[in-house]
Antibody, heavy 116, light 107 residues
Framework: EAQLVESGGGLVQPGGSLRLSCAAS????????MVWVRQTPGKGLEWISY????????FYADSVKGRFTISRDNAKNSLFLQMNSLRAEDTAVYYC?????????WGQGTLVTVSS | EIVLTQSPATLSLSPGERATLSCRAS??????LAWYQQKPGQAPRLLIY???NRATGSPARFSGSGSGTDFTLTISSLEPEDFAVYYC?????????FGPGTKVDIK
């Protein structure tokens, strides 16, 4: 069965950077587009970035455009999110998810806390 | 950006009762509406895609209907494990957006 495991979260100061990783297994990773979705404490879900299977198409939410960069390594079955210029409002649990029609498999999430 | 509105915010029901959750879009999303279930400490789980198709592993008591701007998720008879938060999500237009959620709790 498909499995996604995020890593790389933690505590970072405002203005700092962090790189999240998502390790995929149990499916043909290179055939699927992927997304990052975050969830702020006590609030709902926010899609933040999309990458197509070949990396040819990438989209970002306005809230992270210019600060976050999504990428993938199909040879290593891995998805990444480089987060720069972090703000307090970026504090959230970050999920990677597989996109097939909608988001059919999710990781367990990794917590990013932006605070001084 | 397409805004999704869910109602009610909270639904208090007893096991065995029928639950009807609503999701309304600020503009047409066609059939491109999904429903997710989320329990505390867990990732969301896809229940319904394309408005009415059950995802793999989604029990038959869950059904979705609607098109355009008005959608409904129905749980025919609530099981104890169904008490959770339910989100709708559209993939008709970028950015992809989620509704604020409906919490189904035990009466």
């Amino acid at each position: 069965e498909a499995q996604l495991v995020e890593s790389g979260g933690g505590l970072v100061q405002p203005g700092g950077s962090l790189r999240l990783s998502c390790a995929a297994s149990g499916f043909a990773f290179s055939n699927y587009s992927m997304v990052w979705v975050r969830q702020t404490p006590g609030k709902g879900l926010e899609w933040i970035s999309y990458i197509s299977s070949s990396s040819a198409t990438i989209f970002y939410a306005d809230s992270v455009k210019g600060r976050f960069t999504i990428s993938r390594d199909n040879a290593k079955n891995s998805l990444f999110l480089q987060m720069n210029s972090l703000r307090a409002e970026d504090t959230a649990v970050y999920y990677c998810a597989r996109r097939y029609y909608d988001f059919d498999y999710w990781g367990q999430g990794t917590l990013v806390t932006v605070s001084s | 950006e397409i805004v999704l509105t869910q109602s009610p915010a909270t639904l208090s029901l007893s096991p065995g009762e029928r639950a009807t959750l609503s999701c309304r879009a600020s503009q047409s999303v066609g059939k491109y509406l999904a429903w997710y279930q989320q329990k505390p400490g867990q990732a969301p789980r896809l229940l319904i895609y394309n408005a009415s198709n059950r995802a793999t592993g989604s029990p038959a008591r869950f059904s979705g209907s609607g098109s355009g701007t008005d959608f409904t998720l129905t749980i025919s008879s609530l099981e104890p494990e169904d008490f959770a938060v339910y989100y709708c999500q559209q993939r008709s237009n970028w950015p992809l957006t989620f509704g604020p959620g409906t919490k189904v709790d035990i009466k």
